[in-house]
């Protein structure tokens, strides 16, 4: 999905260098994407970026905190969990892990592969 992302920004500023008008990039867009063509708002968005002299199509970096429930060393944790007890429950590698649920279950599916095979 990102790829396609940044292909249509490309072809955007392209179209921007050329000197296109907005409708014509929009209409453009919607002919090669079909489907799949950006959003209207976010193809003016980038229209206006690029002519205002951007020349990068990645998203700028966002502030925000970052994931650290999902590291290696979780990982690893988990897996050592698991090896211990197959028949843990995923609240209690949270629990033992002092990661919430949601991260738990990604680790344990995501990361280590795993799945639910019976259920009583």
């Not at 296109?20 to 976010?42: E, G, T």
Request: charged content about 30%; glycine content about 4%; hydrophobic content about 35%.
């Amino acid at each position: 999905m990102a790829s396609a992302k940044i292909e249509a920004r490309t072809n955007i500023k392209f179209m921007v260098k050329l000197g296109w008008k907005n409708s014509q990039i929009i209409d453009s867009l919607k002919q090669v994407y079909s489907d799949n063509d950006p959003k209207k708002s976010a193809t003016n968005k980038w229209i206006s970026c690029f002519r205002n002299g951007r020349n990068e199509t990645e998203d700028d970096p966002r502030s925000g905190r970052p994931s650290t429930s999902i590291s290696v060393e979780n990982i690893d944790a988990a897996r050592n969990l698991i090896e211990k007890d197959r028949r843990i429950t995923i609240e209690s590698v949270a629990d033992t892990l002092n990661i919430s649920v949601g991260s738990a279950h990604t680790i344990l599916v995501d990361s280590l592969g795993l799945s639910k095979l019976f259920a009583r």
